[in-house]
């Protein structure tokens, strides 16, 4: 019996859906007390009991790429399999129990900011993470190392090589900040080096536009999507 077109089209998965969940469980031990979290992604987690419980945290240390759709690209990755790459990281950070500390302080956003020395390493080393750092604080060279040990094997994220910069964050002119001021900057993470540096510009960006920044020559590319459309109506480019 044949199905009707109808059914068919019910049945057969649609290229390009957001099909997986992220979010991962897990334990981390957080100054000392064991502590349940969710994973919301591969480098922030919500804190589920203790002290902290209902932050959201940001770790420092590492970057993975953003989950929330397929908006990376860069050499032959296509930005659906990159976005897997994002999606994968949360279970891959909590295959563990890691022992974390924080001293309260929080970033821009009112994340609770985290250490977790380890975890770093199993992220860079695995290529789910990029070393990351802001605002001219300084990178170890054994972290460095352990990312270049991961460029060399082609893990994860560098299996289709790697570029001298990858774009990490997107803010159009006119757009404000968590303190409500204007900025106009991307920022790139230079893969040798480790340092996140913000390029200031004084463009306007629409939704789904695919912008691109060059590092030494190598080009890699972010889609913009403004942060109130990445969670509730979803523009097409994050289906």
Known sequence: MMLSLALVALLVPTAG????????????????????VNWTDGDSFKIKDGKYKGAGT???????????GPVHRWGEWSTHELFEIAED?????????????????????????????????????????????????????????????????????????APKGVI????????????????????????????????????RYDTCQEVCEKTDGEESCMVYVPFEKRYKYRPTCLQ
């Open 58 to 68: 940001r770790l420092q240390g590492y970057n993975t790429l953003e989950a929330y």
């Open 168 to 203: 990490t964050s997107l803010h159009a002119l006119g757009e404000a900040d968590s303190n409500g001021a204007p900025t106009a900057y991307n920022r790139v993470a230079d893969t040798r080096t480790g340092k996140a540096v913000k390029r200031e510009h004084t463009n």
């Open 17 to 36: 859906v957001h099909h997986k969940k992220h979010n991962a469980e897990g334990t981390v031990v957080l100054n000392g007390e064991r502590t349940a």
């Open 89 to 161: 990281s949360s279970a891959h950070a909590a295959q563990q129990t890691w022992e974390c500390t924080t001293d309260g302080n929080k970033d821009g956003y009112g994340r609770l900011l985290i250490l977790c020395p380890a975890l770093v390493k199993h992220m860079v080393i695995d290529g789910y993470a990029m070393v990351y750092t802001v605002d001219d604080k300084p990178v170890s060279a054994e972290t460095l190392a352990w990312q270049q040990e991961a460029i060399k094997n082609k893990a994860g994220m560098w299996k289709k090589g």
